[in-house]
């Protein structure tokens, strides 16, 4: 019905249907389930329609395990969410991804990939892909060029980007037309209302920077707010549980996984010809991409489930030869790189420009080496295929979001994010570059140039997080297990459901945001049903 600004509603209170906090792609993708529906919807945002840095700071925490980008800028505080920065890649996660899987502790989903399938062809039409299908066969036919990957070890990947890439921007005038949705900007929720015995909850407080207060009160509530925010939600919500809601065997905010990415060197294709691909990423350098789709390289699933391996894919991205060498820079170089990252804005402070300036002093001769290379890049503009490897991390209870001393300007506590990666994930990364650096030359379609340093656990240097979170609230019919059913509501709890990546419990190696969007709309239609049957 309308955009209200929270800023000028102080002591309002708000009766609706169904309140959605969280303005992202599972937000916006519940919420356009429900226009033109009978039920009242709100739809609950921190932020407004432009990028403000007081509220973005909302997000600043710590990062106290593996290093990974800032908090403050990894997810985006808007609406929209981080779909107004995200590269646009969407693919669904595979039939083996939802399988208990023998040799992969805590794997398994409580719901098949065939029981998300219809929701992954309605997702399709939401993310605005060109149709619902991930077969390599008729891509490649179409756009791939004189490369084919295929082997009893390699399968090709399809991903589609989705165009365009804002899906606040995409849906804004939709959601403003819906007679029955009503959308809060400026809108923190700082407080969740429980009965006393925190088995329903009773209310939402939401507050402005500005001191502005106001309550929603619904039949259900569902948070939309991402992997680290559910999680910090969740576990501030005190009043009647000590330990947080939905909080009872200490599982929220565990199990939190990311995509570590890798440069691990470049494809020298084997004659021109294999040069201009499907499997090339062009221009990925700017938010979103000009492509409608590309391919990726992984292990073949007999392969995966035969050696008990995680999965991992690979795809080439076309980038300045600098650029690509300063991914595998070593420990000064690496250094350099992070400093000047921060320098530039690209990244905020995540608490380690200390370690970067150690690194840089006792490593000159390095990050000497690095700038050079920069410096020489920048005049040369040599172009390589860069191998971007993504890899599926595991479940792992010890990694996860807990709550820091610090408090953000509403009194809430900031997170700190101690993210672990179990020392067999490696094994899936090995493996596949193992396989590539024998089947591409076998089929004659050429060889890789690696180079890199690793770390003192043995991970490249060039590790970074993709800015995926997930599992902080994972999906299990077993409260024992879980923080969610497989309804994504919240286990020993009425009316409150958790939507997006924070309820996979495991992550495969494909972007989440394709299998949000899908879940998103499965949850729609269970809380269509439960208001139409409320017995139910």
């Not at 990939?113 to 219809?118: R, V």
Request: one cysteine or more; glycine letters at 10%; proline letters at 4%.
């Amino acid at each position: 019905m309308s955009y209200r600004d929270a800023r000028l509603l102080h002591g309002e209170e708000i009766d609706v249907d169904v309140a959605v906090v969280g303005a992202g792609a599972a937000g916006i993708a519940l919420a356009m389930e429900f226009a033109g529906d009978h039920a009242r919807v709100a739809l609950i945002e921190s932020g407004d329609f432009t990028h403000r840095h007081t509220t973005q700071f909302l997000y600043l925490g710590e990062n106290v395990g593996r290093r990974n980008h800032s908090t403050a800028f990894s997810r985006f505080r808007r609406f929209g969410g981080s779909t107004t920065r995200w590269g646009g890649q969407c693919r669904p996660l595979d039939p083996v991804d939802f399988e208990d899987r023998a040799g992969i502790d805590d794997s398994g989903w409580p719901i098949s990939h065939a029981q998300l399938e219809p929701y992954y062809r309605r997702a399709y039409r939401f993310c605005k892909l060109c149709r619902y299908d991930f077969a390599p066969a008729g891509w490649l036919e179409s756009f791939g060029g004189d490369l084919r990957v295929s082997s009893d070890l390699l399968q090709t990947r399809i991903y589609q980007f989705s165009h365009p890439t804002d899906l606040g921007q995409a849906y804004r005038e939709n959601l403003r037309s819906a007679g029955n949705i009503d959308v809060y900007l400026n809108a923190n929720l700082v407080e969740i209302l429980t009965d006393p015995d925190a088995r329903r909850v009773t209310g939402l407080v939401l507050a402005s920077l500005n001191r502005a207060k106001l309550t929603v009160r619904a039949r259900h509530y569902v948070l939309a707010c991402g992997g680290i925010e559910n999680a910090r939600v969740l576990l501030a919500s005190t009043g009647a549980r000590p330990h947080g809601l939905g909080n009872d065997h200490d599982l929220v905010g565990r199990y939190f996984m990311d995509h570590p990415y890798f440069f691990p060197g470049f494809y020298q294709p084997a004659h021109p010809g294999l040069d201009k691909s499907l499997y090339v990423i062009e221009g990925y350098e700017q938010v979103g991409s000009r492509q409608k789709v590309h391919a990726a390289i992984s292990l073949s699933d007999r392969l995966l489930q035969q050696e008990r391996l995680n999965g991992a894919s690979v795809y080439l991205l076309r980038r300045p030869r600098y650029k690509a060498v300063a991914a595998y820079a070593s420990t000064g170089g690496g250094a350099l790189n992070n400093l000047l990252d921060v320098l530039r804005h690209r990244e905020h402070p995540d608490g380690r420009v200390g370690q970067d300036l150690r690194d840089l002093v006792r490593d000159l001769t390095n990050a000497g080496r690095t700038a050079w290379d920069r410096v020489r890049g920048v005049l040369q503009r040599d172009d390589v295929l860069a191998l971007r490897v993504v890899l599926e991390t595991t479940p792992c209870r010890d990694s996860r979001v807990t709550l820091g001393p610090r408090r953000d300007w509403f009194g809430m506590p900031r997170v700190r994010i101690d993210w672990r990666v179990n020392e067999a994930d490696k094994r899936g990364y090995e493996r596949l570059m193992a396989v590539l650096r024998s089947e591409l030359p076998r089929l004659g379609l050429g060889h890789l140039v690696e180079h890199g340093t690793y770390d003192a656990d043995g991970w490249p240097r060039s590790m970074a997080g993709g800015k995926h979170h997930m599992g902080t609230t994972r999906m299990h019919v077993d409260p024992a297990h879980g923080v969610v059913d497989a309804d994504c509501r919240v286990h020993g709890m009425d009316n409150l459901h958790v939507a997006g990546s924070s309820v996979f419990p495991t992550g495969g190696y494909a972007n989440p945001t394709f299998t949000i969007a899908a879940l998103a709309l499965r949850l729609a239609d269970k809380l269509k049903d439960r208001l139409n049957h409320p017995a139910a």
